[in-house]
């Protein structure tokens, strides 16, 4: 590959050795997103969120997420749907909006994803302490921890290796173990509720449900339900805090934040279009299944927890406490119970579920990096990790985001607790909000340019062809504002606890049952660092070096709408030396004027020359659209919940 600035460069999918392998069906996708999506957050971490917001505020914080997740998932899927291209994400906002933005969604989501890889395997390395004897066990000896993270680093980057059909059929079997795992702990939590597990034990009170909200924020967690002396100064660390609704509304706002660390990650699927088997008709139903995943079955699933824990249990995790903080609601709610022999086999299926998720950010991160190096790195980068083997497997991306895994061991200090990881999952959401956010933002200009097209009679969103052969999310734009005023939140309101703590800590008695100040600074810094990155991504590209500007509507058109055949466009002549010929066609059909009217009968004026060759133009782009629209199979031919099903068992040819 030659030293081409960038943008000079031609698309990737220009080099056959380049793209990757469409191989991957509907079942395959579906269970990439639902691996990727449902990792520790909502079988372990959630205690946190009931000890901040109730029984009542944890699941409702985890509906708040869900929503603002399935908005701006809702409006990826239009666009996706028109450009199903390896790296989607990275793709949409350099078309659309402004390379420099692709550029920063590539970096920010390329490190979110790999810091998250690095989070939950973290987790998963830390929480094989709990399958040793005793209902609590203490963490593995440093040394003992470094094996179990290389192992599970190393297992993870060889299963990457072996190729996306194998990894595809993987994560088909791990999202059946998710969606199973969900059903089997709502099923325990409800034999406990009901009294079917025998006589509850331990730190069980009667009056577990009798509150669905606390009577304030207090940091270092509440004693009692009727804990109501909480004062913001002169007081000790115990009894600090907001008192009365405001401490409450406090309290569900800094649990929302937190859900959306488990909310994010449905967008997987739009990175893996470019290895879809029909990516047109199957990206959208897939997209579209995994909104359910956050928006029901997460809150579900922890109001099922709930109902056997208070949020004055102090097995539960805090999210402010210096104590380490793994044991799972789910696994309190059994420990009480007659079945407390469970708790070990629940450990082992939380365990799976954290290093699968983890495995899939490796996955993710891998095809974003390629996809960073290929269209923004200089050259020589490109030519290193922006390539694949002979079976289109991008290997040396793979091996880099898989080096990235060790960083799980920065939390094997003593004195670190839960810190680093709660520092990495926090720059995790707030990068991928900063993305989200972005994406909602190249929606309205995408919108903006179908419109225009809808003016000129070639290409309209209520039309039944692009609603039948491609996807329109209905209601726009205000789910796009939705999905991007909730991140907007996420980002601002991620950092507020930890500065509120900081600020309050020097009017405190004692601080011994509270973060320490370096810990609370990390707080901060994982909360803001990944926006303040994004923000110095697209400016230094768009200001400094190597400049861009925003995309004008005028400039968009129907072929960058509706792409032909990908075959055709990803170069699949291996002996081809430059473009290929389906490349050339493809670009050469969407020439504004026609050949056939250059030139106009010579008793017209100029005016109304232009204005009929201006109509003529338009006419063939209109044919030429609907020419290619009806090429492709119909989406949704049968019935919804067939469509969804399908998502499960594939089809049979």
């Avoid at 406090?250 to 649990?255: D, E």
């Avoid at 989200?436 to 000129?456: D, M, N, P, S």
Wanted: proline letters at 6%; glycine letters at 8%.
């Amino acid at each position: 590959m030659g030293e081409a600035r960038p943008l000079d460069r031609k698309p990737y999918y220009v080099y056959h050795f380049e793209h990757l392998h469409r191989v991957l069906g509907r079942p395959q996708l579906t269970g990439i997103g639902i691996s990727g999506g449902v990792g520790v957050g909502v079988f372990v971490a959630s205690g946190s969120l009931i000890t901040a917001s109730g029984s009542l505020g944890g699941p409702l914080s985890y509906l708040v997420g869900g929503i603002i997740a399935a908005c701006a998932l809702y409006t990826f899927t239009e666009m996706v749907a028109c450009r199903p291209l390896t790296g989607s994400l990275i793709d949409l906002p350099h078309k659309f909006l402004d390379p420099a933005a692709g550029f920063a969604v590539a970096v920010s989501y390329s490190l979110g994803n790999i810091l998250s890889m690095a989070c939950l395997t973290a987790y998963s390395a830390e929480m094989t302490a709990l399958l040793k004897p005793g209902s609590n066990p203490e963490r593995h000896p440093p040394k003992v921890e470094v094996g179990i993270t290389v192992a599970f680093v190393a297992l993870t980057t060889l299963t990457h290796c072996l190729g996306v059909r194998l990894y595809g059929a993987f994560e088909r079997i791990v999202a059946a173990f998710k969606l199973c795992l969900f059903v089997l702990v709502c099923i325990l939590m409800l034999v406990i509720n009901v009294g079917a597990a025998g006589q509850r034990t331990g730190s069980y009170r009667s009056n577990y449900t009798t509150m669905a909200f606390p009577p304030g924020f207090k940091p270092a967690g509440f004693n009692s339900t009727s804990d109501a002396l909480i004062r913001t100064e002169g007081v000790p660390d115990t009894h600090f805090g907001i008192p009365g609704s405001s401490g409450r509304l406090f309290g569900f706002l800094t649990s929302v934040t937190f859900a959306m660390f488990s909310c994010y990650g449905q967008e997987i699927i739009a990175m893996t279009a470019g290895e879809a088997r029909e990516p047109f008709k199957d990206v959208p139903v897939v997209m579209s299944f995994v909104y359910l995943v956050p928006l029901t079955l997460m809150p579900l699933t922890l109001i099922s927890a709930a109902a056997n824990v208070n949020y004055t249990d102090p097995s539960l995790a805090f999210m402010w406490s210096p104590k380490d903080g793994t044991l799972s609601p789910f696994v309190v709610a059994v420990q009480t119970s007659a079945i407390a022999g469970v708790a070990k086999a629940l450990h082992l299926f939380f365990i799976v579920s954290a290093y699968t998720a983890a495995n899939t950010e490796l996955y993710v991160a891998s095809r974003s990096v390629f996809m960073l190096a290929q269209t923004y790195l200089p050259g020589k980068i490109a030519d290193v990790f922006g390539r694949t083997n002979n079976g289109h497997t991008p290997l040396s991306s793979i091996l880099l985001c898989s080096l990235f895994g060790f960083v799980s061991l920065a939390g094997l200090s003593r004195h670190a607790h839960d810190q680093p990881r709660e520092t990495l999952s926090a720059f995790f959401t707030g990068s991928i909000a900063c993305v989200y956010i972005c994406e909602c933002v190249t929606f309205l200009k995408f919108k903006a340019g179908l419109e225009r097209l809808e003016q000129r009679q070639i290409l309209s969103r209520n039309d039944p062809l692009y609603i039948s052969r491609m996807f329109k999310s209905r209601w726009q734009p205000l789910p796009a504002y939705v999905g991007m005023i909730g991140c907007i939140f996420v980002v601002v309101w991620s950092g507020v606890p930890p500065l509120f703590i900081l600020r309050a800590k020097s009017g405190l008695t004692s601080t011994d049952h509270l973060k320490s100040n370096l810990a609370l600074a990390c707080d901060v810094l994982g909360a803001y660092s990944g926006p303040f990155l994004f923000a110095v991504f697209y400016l230094t590209y768009k200001y400094i070096t190597p400049r861009s500007f925003a995309v004008d509507v005028r400039d968009l058109t129907p072929g960058d709408y509706v792409l032909g055949d990908l075959a055709a466009i990803e170069g699949e002549n291996p002996t081809a030396d430059g473009e290929p010929e389906g490349t050339k066609l493809e670009a050469q059909r969407w020439s504004t004027a026609s050949p056939g009217t250059a030139s106009a009968e010579s008793g017209m004026s100029s005016d109304m020359q232009e204005q009929y060759e201006m109509q003529r133009a338009n006419e063939e782009a209109r044919r030429q659209v609907v020419e290619i629209l009806e090429r492709r199979a119909k989406r949704m031919e049968r019935s919804l919940l067939r469509e969804l099903w399908s998502c499960v068992v594939a089809d049979k040819d």
